[in-house]
C-alpha cells in the first residue's frame, strides 16, 4: 500500500492550463480505471473532482479533466481560476483497498 | 442532500479507545459502501477502511490491522469505526466517506488527538 506519487507543487497563471501527475503501479492505477481526484482547500473536506480515470460529477466544471496512460493518471486544469488554489489528490483502487497520492499544491499566480 | 455528519473525536492517551460515528442522511445508505479516511495536521489524504453496502465485507489499511474495526448499522444509517491500541501517529482528522462514483460525499471530520 504504497502511496501514488505526485509532484508536490505545481503552478499557473489565471487564464493558462495545469497538468497535475500521479504514478502508480500496475497493482493499482494501471490495472483498473479507478483512479479520482479529489481537491481540497485549507480547513475543509475534500471534494471529488474526477472519477472512474474520465467522468466529472456533476456541478464539477468542465474545465477539469482526467486521463490515464500506462501507470500514470493525469489531472487537467484548463483556464486556471483564482478559486482552483487548493491541494489535489488522487486516489486509486487497488484490489480491494484504495491508495491515495501524496498530494499537490496548485499555486494560481 | 446528502449529509455526512461524524462525531466521537477527542483526546484519548495512547493506548486507549475511541468509536467514532458518521451519521447519513439523504441518499439510501443501504445501498452504499463506505470509506474512513484520515488526515493527520498538515499532512496528505490516507484510506483507512471501506465496507460494503451490508456490512459483510470489510478491508483496512496495513497501519491500522488489527486495531481498528470498520462497521455499519442501515436501520439506523450510521456508519462507526472502533479504534483500539491507539497510537501517537493516529492522530488524525477522520472524515467518512459515501463510495459511489469515487468518494462522492464526505463529512466534515473529527478530530482525534492521542496524547498523553
Known amino acids: 500500500q504504497s502511496a501514488l506519487t505526485q509532484p508536490r507543487s505545481v503552478s499557473g497563471s489565471p487564464g493558462q492550463s495545469v497538468t497535475i501527475s500521479c504514478t502508480g503501479t500496475s497493482s493499482d492505477v494501471g490495472g483498473y480505471n479507478y483512479v479520482s481526484w479529489y481537491q481540497q482547500h485549507p480547513g475543509k473536506a475534500p471534494k471529488l473532482m474526477i472519477y472512474d480515470v474520465t467522468n466529472r460529477p456533476s456541478g464539477v466544471p468542465d474545465r477539469f479533466s482526467g486521463s490515464k496512460s500506462g501507470n500514470t493518471a493525469s489531472l487537467t486544469i484548463s483556464g486556471l481560476q483564482a478559486e482552483d488554489e487548493a491541494d489535489y489528490y488522487c486516489c486509486s483502487y487497488a484490489g480491494g483497498s484504495l491508495v491515495f497520492g501524496g498530494g499537490t499544491k496548485l499555486t494560481v499566480l | 442532500e446528502v449529509q455526512l455528519v461524524e462525531s466521537g473525536g477527542g483526546l484519548v492517551q495512547p493506548g486507549g479507545s475511541l468509536r467514532l460515528s458518521c451519521a447519513a442522511s439523504?441518499?439510501?445508505?443501504?445501498?452504499?459502501?463506505m470509506d474512513w479516511v484520515r488526515q493527520a495536521p498538515g499532512k496528505g489524504l490516507v484510506w483507512v477502511s471501506r465496507?460494503?453496502?451490508?456490512?459483510?465485507?470489510?478491508t483496512y489499511a496495513d497501519s491500522v490491522k488489527g486495531r481498528f474495526t470498520i462497521s455499519r448499522d442501515n436501520a439506523k444509517n450510521t456508519l462507526y469505526l472502533q479504534m483500539n491500541s491507539l497510537r501517537a501517529e493516529d492522530t488524525a482528522m477522520y472524515y467518512c466517506?459515501?463510495?459511489?462514483?469515487?468518494?462522492?460525499?464526505w463529512g466534515q471530520g473529527t478530530l482525534v488527538t492521542v496524547s498523553s
Open positions: 439523504g441518499f439510501t445508505f443501504t445501498s452504499n459502501w
Open positions: 465496507i460494503n453496502s451490508d456490512g459483510s465485507s470489510t
Open positions: 466517506a459515501r463510495d459511489w462514483g469515487g468518494l462522492s460525499s
